[in-house]
């Protein structure tokens, strides 16, 4: 299935100074260089489909609306979007994603040599696999997004981020470490002191612009999305820790722990509005820098997605119990899904 190809409507948004960048690409699409997302069941589907039109939905730029602002970008992404997949997705899925025209692509499973069945988290047993990207040399650059994410304002300027093997290898936002679901089974080090957010409340401003330190509070990533420059290099370090049995057994966060690990102090650090982890936005976690108006990419995280809730296919949210970033989500789904009528498109995904 050969790549689809992006709107043309584009408008270049502003790298964050402190990321040095490539030499911009001008081409309308460029096949080397993808966005791109992992996909193992029909679980996650209907994520992936609604992250796919977030990317390319030529719509204003949320700011627009409060500043009243029209000549603001809109989210869509000139860069084109393949669906990784791995061997024990089915058929069905394949079909969804022909039918709307996206490019999916095989990819070998990954596994670690130890044998530790994330009981408390069954789904991290998938995200190995993410670690294939690293592997693919074919692509220049691959931002791999996770299903659960939503894109709110176009961040193309990711493809554009000097990466290589040396203290660069990827880009990444941090992980949160409070714990604001006060799950038992995290590691006691992971409290709001430790985290690296927290040391960005003195100065909000600056956190939409910059990360903290990739050493900051626990020093894991969050693998929600990953800026990668694929390399045969790399990648065998990637391999090689696999082989740890001893380590990798040890982990609670199985990709995103070992990748902090192996590259300690060699990634660069993208603020949170890149991978805007959604509880970040209670007050009682990093309330305290989250601007809706700047967020680019909100995931979901947790077991719990925005499509397991009760929403009828109304369209009305009204008294759901929904949070907002719940509401952008159920949003771009309802416009997906009315879109795809019209084009014919009724498997009910």
């Not at 260089?33 to 029909?42: D, G």
């Not at 044998?115 to 991290?124: A, E, I, M, S, V």
């Not at 300690?264 to 820098?289: F, M, Q």
Request: with cysteine.
């Amino acid at each position: 299935m050969a790549i689809a190809n992006p709107p043309s409507e584009y408008t270049t948004s502003n790298l964050p100074p402190h990321l040095s960048t490539k030499t911009p690409n001008n081409k309308l699409t460029n096949p080397d260089t993808v966005w791109a997302s992992l996909i193992t069941n029909m679980e996650y589907i209907p994520g992936l489909l609604t992250l796919h039109h977030s990317l390319y939905n030529p719509k204003p730029d949320p700011r627009a609306e409060s500043n009243n602002n029209q000549s603001l970008p809109s989210t869509s992404s000139r860069y084109p979007f393949v669906a990784f997949y791995t061997s024990t997705f089915p058929p069905e899925g394949l079909k969804a994603l022909q039918s709307r025209g996206i490019s999916a692509q095989l990819v070998p499973s990954v596994t670690p040599a130890s044998t530790k069945t994330y009981t408390q988290d069954p789904r991290f047993s998938e995200t190995w696999n993410k670690l294939v990207a690293f592997s693919l040399t074919e692509y220049e650059r691959v931002v791999l997004l996770d299903g659960d994410i939503l894109v709110r304002r176009n961040m193309d300027e990711l493809m554009e981020i000097e990466l290589g093997e040396g203290e660069r290898v990827f880009a990444a936002s941090h992980a949160c470490a409070c714990n604001p679901m006060k799950k038992p089974h995290y590691p006691e080090t992971w409290v709001p002191t430790n985290c690296a957010f927290t040391t960005q409340h003195a100065n909000p401003t600056l956190a939409q612009r910059t990360g903290a330190p990739s050493n900051a509070g626990v020093a894991m990533l969050n693998s929600g999305v990953l800026v990668i420059h694929p390399s045969a290099k790399i990648f065998k370090e990637i391999t090689t820790a696999l082989q740890d049995a001893e380590k990798t057994s040890k982990y609670d966060f199985p990709d995103q722990e070992l990748l902090s690990e192996v590259f300690r102090d060699r990634w660069v650090t993208l603020p949170y509005v890149y991978n805007a982890l959604k509880t970040l936005r209670w007050e009682s976690v990093h309330g305290t820098i989250w601007r809706d108006e700047e967020v680019k990419a909100v995931h979901y995280i947790f077991a719990k997605k925005p499509w397991h809730e009760d929403v009828e296919d109304s369209g009305n949210l009204d008294g759901l119990g929904l949070d907002e970033p719940g509401v952008w989500w159920w949003r771009a789904n309802f416009e997906r899904r009315g879109l795809e009528v019209d084009r014919g498109i009724e498997d009910g995904i």
